[in-house]
C-alpha cells in the first residue's frame, strides 16, 4: 500500500490534514475535561486501571471527534470550499467542548453523566427545585461560551498555518490507524476484564462520558476466560457510590427466613385460579399486592429493583463497583445460609457482580445441558433439598429465578395444554399488527402453569418443615410480557412501560400477618425496606439504603414510579407516564399508550425522581 505521506498534497488532502490534526487537539482538550474529575491518586495501585484510561480515554475522544468531523468533511468536499468544512468544525466542537464543561460539572456534583433526565430537568423546569442561575451567572456561562469559541477560531487558524508551511505534516493522517489500534486495544481490555470480573478495571468507566463498552462475556467463558473469585469487593465510603449511606443498625439474631420466587416475564393477570392454583391458593392466605409493579421491564432492572430496593438507573454504577445489594450483605453478616439458584445464568445479566457479589460462591446456575423447564425442575428440586438438609435453629435465605415462562415459553414435552389453540413454537419474524396472539399467549400461559406447578411442590415441602412458621416467601416477577395488548405492535417486554409490561403479581407471605389484598400502588423498590425493618430488625431510616417504603405502612396513591429500559427511562404516576429519550425530550401517554401531546411532564414527578437517582452518589 502507498505511503498516504507520499501522495502529493492536494487541497483535498491537505484539507483531510487540517481536519484530523484539529480533531486530534480538540480530543486532547477534552481528554483533559474528562479527567479532571479522575482521582489520580488511586490509580498508583492498580496499573491496570492506569493503563486502561491511558488507551480508552484517547480512544472514546478520538472517536467521538471523528463522528462530529464527518459533518464538516461532507460539508467541505460538497461545497469544495475548505472555509465551510472550517466553520463546521469549529462550531461543532465548541458545541461539544462546552457540552463537556457541562457534563464534567454535572459529574462532580451527582457522579453521573448528562441524560435525558437532566436535560429534562433544565429545559422543563424542575431544576428550579435544585439550581437556580442568576442573570449574573446566566451571563458568565454565555461569556464561557464566547471565550471557547474565540479560542476554537484561534486553533483553526492556527492548524492551517501549521498544515501551509509544513509539507510534511500532511503524515498526520497516519494518525487514524494509531487511534483506531488504541480504541480497539482499550475495548478488547474492556471485554476480557469484564470476563474476569476484574472490579479495577471496570470501574474507571464511570469516569469516561458516554462509554458504550462492548462485553464478550459468554465468548470468552467458552475459550477458558473466568470470573477471578478473589476480585476485591468495595468498602462503604468508596468509589463513586454513597451506599449505604450510613453502616446498618441491625438486630443480632433476626428471627425469619427470607425466600425469594422470582419468575421470567410473569404479567399482572397470569395470577388467576386457572394459570396459577397454587400461587393463587397460597395469596388468599398472604399479603397480596394487587397494583404492584417492576423497576423495569427488562430482567436486569426488575431484579435489581427488587434485591436492592432503588431504581434501576443504579445498575451501572452498581456494577462497574460490584457493589452488592445491602440486603444481602446483612444477611450474610447475620450468618444467614444462602442458597441462590438461577435457571438462566446468574452472571448474564451480571447479577453475580451486583445483587449477589458479596455471596457469589453461592450462586448456583441451572444445568446448561438441559432446556428452561428441566433446569426449573432441578433448581426448584435443590432449594427443597436446603429445607430439608437445614438445621431448626439456623436462618436461611433461599432465591429461584424460574425461566420456563420466557419466550419461547418452555414446558416439559408432553405437557397438556392449559387451553387450545396453543402454539407448538414461538416465531417472533411472524409478530406483527396482523398477528394472532392467542396461540402464543396460551403457550405463555401453559409455561406458567407449568411454573406454578413447581412452586406448588416447594410450597407442600415448606409446609412440612420446621420452618413454615418462620419464613417470608415472597412470589412475583420479573417484569410483564406482552402480547399486541396495546394494538400497538408490542410484543414480548423491554418495548414499553405500560401495564403489561410492568405490572407483575406480587404474593407476599409473612408469618404472623393476617390475609390481605392491598389496592395501592408499590412497587419492587419496596420490597428491601420492608424485609430490612421487619425480618432483619434494621433500624435505620430506610433512606439510608433505598428509595422505596415500607409495605406495610401508610398507603400513598400519588407516589412517583422510576422505571428503567435499555433504551428509556419512564416515570409512571397515575394515569400518567412520561419518556424520556437518549436527548432529553420528554413525551407524555396514557397507561394506554396513547399520545396526550397538550399535557406536561410534572416538574415535582422529575425532581422526586432527580433526588432518587443521586441519594446514594458521593458528594
Not at 463537556?100 to 433544565?122: E, I, Q, T
Not at 405463555?444 to 413454615?468: E, K, N, Q
Not at 419464613?471 to 406482552?482: C, S
Not at 395501592?520 to 417504603?549: E, I, K
Amino acid at each position: 500500500m502507498q505511503d498516504p505521506a507520499a501522495r502529493p498534497a492536494t487541497p483535498a488532502r491537505r484539507a483531510l490534514a487540517w481536519l484530523t490534526g484539529f480533531t486530534l487537539g480538540n480530543a486532547a482538550v477534552a481528554i483533559a475535561i474528562a479527567a479532571s474529575n479522575i482521582p489520580f491518586a488511586h490509580l498508583a495501585e492498580h496499573w491496570k486501571a492506569a493503563f486502561f484510561l491511558t488507551l480508552a480515554l484517547p480512544g472514546h475522544f478520538v472517536f467521538f471527534g471523528a463522528l462530529l468531523g464527518l459533518i464538516p468533511l461532507l460539508l467541505g468536499r460538497l461545497s469544495r470550499r475548505a472555509s465551510w468544512m472550517t466553520v463546521a468544525a469549529v462550531v461543532l466542537q465548541t458545541a461539544w467542548l462546552c457540552l463537556l464543561v457541562a457534563d464534567a460539572k454535572v459529574f462532580a456534583l451527582y457522579r453521573f453523566h448528562l441524560n435525558a433526565m437532566v436535560a429534562n430537568m433544565v429545559f422543563g423546569g424542575a431544576m428550579q427545585d435544585q439550581v437556580v442561575f442568576s442573570g449574573t451567572v446566566w451571563g458568565l456561562i454565555a461569556l464561557a461560551i464566547a471565550t471557547v469559541l474565540a479560542l476554537e477560531i484561534a486553533a483553526a487558524w492556527l492548524c492551517w498555518r501549521w498544515i501551509e508551511r509544513r509539507p510534511g505534516a500532511i503524515k498526520i493522517l497516519r494518525a487514524w490507524w494509531v487511534a483506531l489500534a488504541v480504541m480497539l486495544f482499550g475495548q478488547a481490555m474492556i471485554a476480557y476484564y469484564d470476563a474476569r470480573g476484574d472490579r479495577a478495571v471496570l470501574s474507571q468507566l464511570p469516569y469516561i462520558p458516554w462509554a458504550q463498552p462492548i462485553t464478550l462475556k459468554d465468548s470468552l467463558h467458552r475459550f477458558g476466560v473466568k470470573n477471578n473469585p478473589n476480585s476485591a469487593l468495595p468498602v462503604l465510603g468508596s468509589g463513586l457510590l454513597a451506599y449505604p449511606r450510613k453502616p446498618l443498625d441491625c438486630e443480632a439474631a433476626p428471627k425469619l427466613n427470607v425466600v425469594v420466587i422470582l419468575l421470567e416475564s410473569l404479567r399482572h393477570d397470569a395470577l388467576d385460579p386457572t394459570v396459577m392454583p397454587n400461587t393463587w391458593r397460597y395469596a388468599q392466605q398472604s399479603q397480596w399486592f394487587d397494583d404492584h409493579y417492576s423497576t423495569g421491564n427488562a430482567t436486569r432492572f426488575g431484579l435489581f429493583g427488587l434485591l436492592y430496593g432503588l431504581p434501576g438507573g443504579y445498575w451501572h454504577p452498581m456494577l462497574a463497583e460490584q457493589r452488592g445489594s445491602a440486603f444481602i450483605g446483612q444477611m450474610k453478616k447475620d450468618g444467614y445460609a444462602m442458597h441462590i439458584y438461577g435457571s438462566a445464568p446468574l452472571y448474564n445479566p451480571e447479577f453475580d457482580r451486583t445483587v449477589f457479589s458479596e455471596v457469589r460462591n453461592h450462586v448456583v446456575n441451572g444445568p446448561r445441558e438441559r432446556h428452561s423447564a428441566e433446569r426449573d425442575r432441578a433448581i426448584i428440586d435443590r432449594l427443597r433439598g436446603d429445607l430439608a438438609a437445614t438445621r431448626p435453629d439456623q436462618r436461611f435465605f433461599g432465591f429461584v429465578f424460574l425461566d420456563s415462562p420466557h419466550q419461547p415459553y418452555y414446558m416439559p414435552k408432553g405437557y397438556p395444554p392449559l387451553f387450545k389453540p396453543m402454539a407448538d413454537s414461538i416465531n417472533p419474524l411472524e409478530f406483527g399488527p396482523d398477528h394472532d396472539p392467542i396461540p402464543d399467549f396460551n403457550r405463555y400461559r401453559t409455561a406458567v402453569h407449568y411454573s406454578d406447578s413447581l412452586i406448588g411442590d416447594f410450597l407442600a415441602s415448606l409446609r412440612a418443615s420446621p420452618f413454615a412458621d418462620n419464613t417470608v416467601v415472597l412470589i412475583t416477577g420479573d417484569h410483564g410480557e406482552e402480547f399486541n395488548d396495546l394494538k400497538q405492535n408490542y410484543w414480548g417486554h423491554n418495548g414499553n412501560f405500560s401495564d403489561y409490561q410492568l405490572r407483575t403479581p406480587f404474593v407476599l407471605h409473612w408469618p404472623g400477618k393476617p390475609p390481605r389484598k392491598f389496592i395501592h400502588t408499590t412497587s419492587h423498590q419496596d420490597f428491601v425496606p420492608t424485609v430490612m425493618q421487619h425480618a432483619l430488625g434494621c433500624r435505620n431510616d430506610p433512606n439510608d439504603y433505598s428509595t422505596g417504603r415500607d409495605l406495610f405502612g401508610p398507603a400513598q396513591t400519588a407516589r412517583p414510579l422510576l422505571v428503567e429500559s435499555w433504551s428509556q427511562r419512564g416515570i409512571r404516576q397515575g394515569d400518567r407516564i412520561y419518556l424520556f429519550d437518549n436527548y432529553g425530550a420528554a413525551t407524555v401517554v396514557d397507561r394506554n399508550y396513547r399520545p396526550l401531546p397538550d399535557a406536561k411532564v410534572d416538574p415535582a414527578a422529575v425532581s422526586q425522581s432527580w433526588e432518587m437517582l443521586t441519594r446514594f452518589q458521593q458528594r
